[in-house]
């Protein structure tokens, strides 16, 4: 079985917009926590972006 990558990254994507919708409605540390898990999960989906682009058998 092949792994999906393309539906693994929609979902990091859908993942890191409810995030931030989350950040949205919290103050303090817990907005910028969630802020922070937000971009790390963006920035690993951009990644894996760039690697598919360099090898699109993956």
Known sequence: ???NWQHYV???LHWAES????AEDCEGNE???F????QSTLRDAS???GE???DPRA
């Open 52 to 54: 598919m682009s360099i």
């Open 35 to 38: 802020y922070i898990l937000a």
């Open 10 to 12: 929609s979902e990091q």
């Open 31 to 33: 907005r910028q926590e």
């Open 1 to 3: 079985m092949k792994f």
């Open 47 to 49: 990644r894996l972006v």
């Open 19 to 22: 995030l931030l919708s989350r």
